[in-house]
Nanobody
Framework: QVQLVESGGGSVQAGGALRLSCTAS?????MAWFRQAPEAERVWVAS????????SYSRTAKGRFTISIDNAKKTQDLQMSALKSEDTAMYYC??????????????????WGQGTQVTVSS
């Protein structure tokens, strides 16, 4: 069982930046971020294939968020900039070890972190 530990959430004003981190207890093949706003469904933000470094982003994240991986530390980061009030949500780290699939489908991921809150005030 892979354990995921997130950190880096907090409160920031609109237009500001935050960096989220997620450390896995074991090597995984794909890591991602999802987020869930109050009374809304969990939605995908970004994914990274850990060995190739290939990244993919949702429309809302592209251009403002950057996902990266440090394989030596088994840690992925999500650098968020130009934050908006609508980015306010609980952010969840997700991972899988299936080896090849790395997309934005939550069913792809079988390991999840506890979440870290991001609050953006306008």
């Amino acid at each position: 069982q892979v354990q995921l530990v997130e950190s880096g959430g907090g409160s920031v004003q609109a237009g500001g930046a935050l960096r989220l981190s997620c450390t896995a207890s074991e090597t995984t093949s794909c890591m991602a971020w999802f987020r869930q706003a109050p009374e809304a469904e969990r939605v995908w933000v970004a994914s990274i294939h850990t060995s190739s470094g290939r990244t993919s982003y949702s429309r809302t994240a592209k251009g403002r968020f950057t996902i990266s991986i440090d394989n030596a530390k088994k840690t992925q980061d999500l650098q968020m900039s130009a934050l908006k009030s609508e980015d306010t949500a609980m952010y969840y780290c997700a991972a899988t070890s299936n080896g090849w699939l790395c997309d934005g489908n939550s069913d792809t991921f079988n390991y999840w972190g506890q979440g870290t809150q991001v609050t953006v005030s306008s």
